[in-house]
């Protein structure tokens, strides 16, 4: 089956300037997660879509971070304007259904650098 | 409470040894405890998970041992080989309906592992 999606692979922008990520989850997998990775750290949730519904955003930074994800399959992410502290690795995760214990797979992420 | 603590932060040990990582977590509602591999230029992969109701789970030469009196948790790799250097993540969450968070992994910081032929 093929995996988790992500688009494009490497960013840079400078400070201030907007930036969008997109991800296109396995298919008929409902859920949805996108997570920041800091250099030399673990991943941070930001997001968690439930088909096209927000069910846990409680960790974006909503003045700069937007996300959506219509018609429940793929989901673009949104930094406006960017901050230096913006540089990580941004992943996209999905799995079949939340909770239960089902595994969660993940994309190879974008690799966004502002300078 | 929602921190797992993962150590060491990094790990050396020669091919055929037996590398063993450790995690603590404080809240008592996460149920589910996966480790994830990741290797440079690319996203975290299961590699073996454990419920609590268990105290042990082998798969292949991973094995994961569980205290859950203690909250601590632990990734032991046998016969290691160089193939398994990466970065190896544990994490936690509860699969039951705590709030909006279901299913939410919360990641350890991370242990960078190399393994010398």
């Known amino acids: 089956e093929a995996g988790v999606a992500q688009s494009p692979r490497y960013k840079i922008i400078e400070k201030r300037q907007s930036v969008a990520f997109w991800c296109n989850p396995i298919s008929g997998h409902a859920t949805l997660y996108w997570y920041q990775q800091i250099l030399g750290q673990g991943p941070k949730l930001l997001i968690q879509?439930?088909?096209?519904?927000?069910?846990?955003d409680s960790q974006l930074p909503k003045d700069r971070f937007s996300a959506e994800r219509l018609k429940g399959v793929d989901s673009t992410l949104k930094i406006q304007p960017a901050k230096l502290e913006d540089s990580a690795v941004y992943l996209c995760a999905s799995s079949l259904r939340r909770g239960q214990d089902t595994e969660a797979f993940f994309g190879q992420g974008t690799r966004l650098t502002v300078v | 409470q929602q921190q797992v603590k993962q150590s060491p932060q990094s790990l050396i040990v020669q091919k055929g040894g037996i590398p063993i990582i450790n995690c603590a977590y404080e809240?008592?509602?996460?149920?589910?405890f996966p480790w994830y591999q990741q290797f440079p230029g690319k996203g975290p992969a299961l590699l073996i998970a454990i419920r609590p109701d268990v105290s042990e789970k082998k798969e292949g030469r991973f094995t994961i041992s569980f205290n859950k009196s203690a909250k601590q948790f632990s990734l032991h790799i046998m016969d290691s080989q160089p193939g398994d250097s990466a970065t190896y993540f544990c994490a936690a969450s509860s699969t039951m309906n705590y709030g909006g968070s279901q299913g939410n992994l919360i990641f350890g910081k991370g242990t960078k592992l190399s393994v010398k032929p």
């Open positions: 879509f439930q088909n096209n519904g927000v069910v846990d």
């Open positions: 809240n008592t509602a996460f149920d589910y």
